[in-house]
């Protein structure tokens, strides 16, 4: 089965890259949830991913490839489309119209 983000959610790599407890005391006791959750737990302790090692999410994972690429996308359609209506007004220029 192909790895996907529908196949194997962020929530689930995180998990599999021994996440590690990020504790913030400053306003209370520890709130850490017993594991990481597939949403925001919103509590002021959380679960974060190891740090410094290269998987398949964060900022160069799959998620953030494939948002760039349909970016990336977009703005050459937008070039190609302005490209083909400044070639399409200098043609009609020279030819009188």
């Known amino acids: 089965m192909s790895r996907t983000d529908k196949t194997k959610p962020v929530w689930v790599r995180c998990a599999e890259h021994d996440p590690r407890p990020v504790h913030d005391h400053r306003h209370g006791g520890c709130d850490l949830p017993p594991a990481p959750a597939r949403e925001d737990s919103g509590t002021r302790c959380r679960w ?7 998987c398949c999410m964060g900022p160069n994972g799959r998620a953030a490839k494939r948002e760039m690429g349909e970016m990336n996308r977009a703005e050459n359609r937008r070039n190609r489309q302005a490209a083909r209506r400044e070639a399409r007004r200098r ?7």
Do not use: F, K, P, V
Not at 48 to 54: D, F, N, R, V, W
Not at 91 to 97: K, L, R, V, W
């Open 48 to 54: 974060e991913h190891s740090a410094g090692i290269t």
């Open 91 to 97: 043609a009609a220029d020279e030819n009188g119209g």
